[in-house]
């Protein structure tokens, strides 16, 4: 062999040999794509410093965040899904919304992935499986429910957190008397009224999760003297909610509390960005359960992240879904998720907020549970959701006595569930 030869054969082997050791990795050229739909439009920025810190770890797989109007989403995902346009990774919603989409064929089998059985409870995976335990989707956060007040106006009328409904009752009197409104929360957008007022004190008159089993079991019936006192205490708030509450959005209440115009304020923990900037002192307590009974918290698990069936990338989706699940994603979640969503890996992770953690802290020394109709009451019409939502408008309005809203949602449910 001649020297240009034999300098020839040394060239292509060192070009040839790292690629035959580089495990496969891809160059950058070929990057692979996949979008990841979601209903928190709010997120942006949050999901994308996610999903930068997963691609520094995976350089050739870059997740594009692509998210959908809250009360659309639905709907949209599953057109997209029936027309083969869905995203490669989407938020999945808990319980039977979830399952049917797994169940029609659109959600893949994840019961492969590693993570799934080492970093998540069975308590945190059940919302997001099937009858069998099948997992359609890997636990992604959750968020809890509570009661946002002012602290400066606490302050001024010598006011202290109410540890049951009658001290709270006392508690919204005293604020009316000094010309302050109350409560923050209206009508105008009805989900509002349903999920974070009563969905969050229902489980102090039913008994937590444990009522909420016995009524799904048919050991209660749905309109039984405890769900009548849920609905009761939705009437208690009417005297104190802002004028014109009938028509205010949930923004209008938002901006109730941010501005100081409203003492107190039934919300989620995924608010606590929205008064970072007040320009008063302000925390949270748990709703207050009547007298006598213990003390419960929805702490709801509001999204997983399920993978498409159809997803022309499954490897690198399931690489993404391992990583959220390993103690390097639990901890870039608990870190880039916007305040108030929590991380539901089991793995170690530290949360600086004080205002998150003191949503956290509610849990201590009470039982928690998921929004009441979320397990079950989704699967027929009228839902559950629907039910509860409308018994509570109008017991507010005095359409309808807390008796009359109880009959109502048993008899709703009575045609199909």
């Not at 007040?149 to 008397?177: H, Q, R």
């Not at 709703?287 to 490897?315: I, K, L, R, W």
């Not at 027929?380 to 018994?391: K, R, T």
């Amino acid at each position: 062999m001649n020297k240009f030869k034999l300098i020839t054969v040394i060239l292509v082997l060192i070009m040839v040999v790292p690629m035959a050791f580089s495990g496969g990795q891809k160059d950058s050229g070929d990057q692979v794509e996949l979008t990841l739909g979601s209903w928190r439009t709010d997120d942006v920025a949050q999901i994308n410093a996610l999903l930068d810190a997963f691609s520094e770890e995976y350089p050739n797989i870059k997740v594009i965040f692509q998210p959908t109007n809250p009360p659309d989403y639905n709907a949209t995902l599953r057109l997209q899904l029936e027309s083969e346009t869905g995203p490669d990774l989407m938020y999945a919603r808990s319980y039977a919304t979830g399952v049917q989409l797994y169940e029609d064929g659109y959600f893949a089998d994840l019961s492969g992935l590693k993570t799934m059985n080492t970093s998540y409870s069975a308590g945190a995976k059940a919302p997001w499986s099937t009858d069998n335990g099948t997992p359609f989707a890997v636990p992604f956060v959750a968020v809890s429910h509570g009661i946002y007040y002012n602290k400066d106006i606490f302050s001024k009328l010598g006011l202290s957190i109410p540890e049951t409904w009658a001290e709270f009752m006392s508690v919204c009197e005293k604020i009316k008397d000094a010309k302050i409104i109350p409560i923050a929360n209206s009508l105008g957008d009805e989900w509002d009224i349903a999920e974070v007022v009563f969905m969050s004190l229902a489980p102090n008159y039913i008994g937590g999760m444990e009522g909420r089993l016995a009524y799904e079991s048919g050991d209660r019936p749905w309109n039984d003297k405890a769900m009548v006192a849920a609905f009761a205490a939705m009437g208690d708030l009417e005297p104190y909610l802002p004028g014109g509450y009938q028509a205010l959005s949930y923004n209008d209440s938002n901006a109730l509390f941010a501005t100081g115009q409203a003492a107190m304020y039934f919300d989620g923990s995924w608010s606590i960005g929205t008064f970072k900037d007040v320009d008063f002192e302000w925390s949270v307590f748990a709703v207050p359960p009547p007298s006598g009974q213990p003390g419960y918290v929805c702490f709801h698990v509001d999204a997983g992240m399920a993978m498409n069936a159809a997803t022309e990338h499954p490897e690198e989706a399931k690489i993404f879904l391992e990583w959220l699940g390993s103690a390097k994603g639990a901890e870039t979640l608990a870190n880039t998720l916007p305040t108030g969503f929590f991380p539901m890996s089991n793995k170690s992770v530290t949360i600086s907020d004080p205002h998150a953690n003191a949503f956290l802290a509610m849990n201590n020394g009470r039982g928690t549970d998921v929004r009441l109709p979320w397990p079950k009451l989704f699967g027929g019409s009228p839902s559950g959701y629907e039910l509860m939502m409308y018994g509570s408008i109008k017991v507010i309005t005095g359409e309808s006595t807390p008796q009359e809203a109880a009959d109502a949602l048993a008899e709703g449910l009575a045609t199909w569930y």
